[in-house]
């Protein structure tokens, strides 16, 4: 893998090197601008919201109904590596239940690498479900390697509520939706500072037309999947359409990997997209 372009150049190769990046040299690349996040517990303190996804040369966002055949074997690597300095993964009750996210989400490799910098040895789980639609005896919440926290609604069912608390923290952040400004607010209280979503496309739009979505890591796979599939972004849609910057791109097998960042702004909010109706 390759950098084309990329935002810290004296860590790095020199742009249109040929030189492919190491593990730790892709790491560095995404990490995020110096500044971007204050010190956990301060006043002030924002985490940094990544959103992770693939999507073919055409715009699909799944293929066969899922986005694991978009992928290619840098996809994969780059997939792992984001997950590698996360505070907290974040993700939609939909996702997980197509992709799956049964056991443990990061290799013995990345523990390791985490230890050595102080970090816990897995990342946070967090799972936005505004209806608590999850088997509490189900494999991911059966085998979580951390404790997972689950974002809903006061508006969820007691009984399952009471169910899922056997298992996993369960907090509401919103009366009948799961409101971005309030999961952010209650993953920054835990001392998160680096949030990496690997979706939904609703709970990537919701977070977006908030303006609380930072960054939106790309992986452009070199397939045309057609006219079916979803998007990389769904919901209620944007009140505008967003500028992105481009901070870096990289290149392998003909495969992009772009890195955008949404500048700063105040955020927005379209009729009716108060939040994320997760299921």
Request: proline content about 7%.
């Amino acid at each position: 893998m390759r950098a084309l372009v990329h935002p810290y150049p004296s860590g790095l190769p020199s742009r249109g090197s040929a030189a492919e990046l190491s593990d730790d040299e892709l790491v560095a690349f995404y990490t995020p601008p110096a500044g971007s996040t204050q010190g956990a517990g301060s006043a002030s303190h924002r985490p940094w919201v990544r959103f992770n996804f693939v999507s073919s040369a055409d715009g699909a966002a799944t293929l066969d109904g899922h986005s694991r055949g978009l992928g290619t074997a840098a996809d994969r690597r780059l997939f792992a590596l984001l997950r590698r300095p996360a505070d907290v993964i974040l993700v939609g009750a939909g996702t997980l239940r197509v992709e799956g996210y049964a056991g443990e989400l990061v290799s013995a490799e990345d523990r390791a690498w985490r230890e050595d910098r102080g970090l816990p040895g897995h990342p946070g789980i967090a799972v936005v479900s505004g209806s608590l639609g999850l088997d509490p005896d189900g494999e991911f919440l059966r085998t979580a390697p951390v404790r997972p926290l689950v974002l809903t609604t006061a508006g969820a069912d007691a009984g399952r509520r009471r169910a899922i608390e056997e298992v996993a923290d369960v907090v509401d952040c919103g009366e009948r939706r799961a409101e971005p400004a309030r999961i952010r607010a209650e993953l920054a209280g835990r001392g998160h500072r680096l949030v990496h979503s690997e979706g939904g496309p609703a709970l990537f739009g919701t977070f977006a037309a908030a303006g609380l979505a930072d960054e939106l890591c790309l992986s452009l796979s070199p397939l045309a999947a057609g006219p079916s599939g979803i998007r990389i972004i769904g919901g209620p849609g944007l009140p505008e359409a967003a500028a992105l910057d481009l901070v870096g791109l990289l290149e392998e097998d003909g495969a992009l990997f772009l890195r955008y960042v949404f500048p700063r702004h105040e955020p927005r909010r379209a009729a009716g997209a108060t939040g994320v109706r997760a299921s």
